[in-house]
């Protein structure tokens, strides 16, 4: 006898993919009670299944909902302070970013892509044409939920900070850590390794005739920025020992 091959759950035709809307609250309360050690509150729930600022997508199974993300978008200056710096200074205030609220999926339907799977719809959300200006997507998480941070360091995210007593999870403060995926040329600020990796880039995509000129005119715009410094440190000196 041959059994019919396994289809994975991802790819079954039972597993559809929807918005959440107000009929969903009571099976999402249920799921986030059971899935996360956080209480939310009950406009939370009211929120995220009714107001479209929220980007809330259900993974459903025979028309049961085994998984969900919710996330939205805000201003860079909107943010709490430990999470202003996400993005390099160069970025304005206004600049948009997206912020992970939840992701879960049911426990008997884990490790399926299912997770992934939301995950990677968010992501094509953000970075088609119609958000070219949202520059990052971040979520915060427990340092003690190793299963959460490898899955999202899995998939391109990086840590930023660490956020001591962040949590409040049944009377007790719990340490968290800001993870970030940069979009549509979102990045850090940069340290010096950062731009001598770009430069070598850059060189390496030019002809040896290109890259020579375009060292000297690094060179030369370098020179005419620092030669009214040196003339006036200079001035200085010289008016100091006159």
Partial sequence: NHQAPCVPLVNSMDLQLRFLSPQDIEDVRLLCRSWFPIDYPDTWYQEITSNPRFYSLAATLKGRIIGLIVAETKELGHLAKEDRTILASCFRKGTKVGYILSLGVCEVHRKQGIASLLLENLISH???????????????????NTQAITFYEHRGFIAHSFLPYYYAIKGKRKDGFT????????HPTWGVLDYA?????ILCSLSPHRAISYLWRKLAIGWQSTLPKLRRAAHNSASIFS
């Fill in 197 to 201: 990796k770009t430069c070598a880039l």
């Fill in 126 to 144: 953000l970075t088609s044409d119609a958000f070219t200006g949202v520059k990052a997507l971040y979520l915060h998480v427990l340092t003690t």
């Fill in 179 to 186: 993870y970030v995926l940069y979009l549509n040329g979102g």
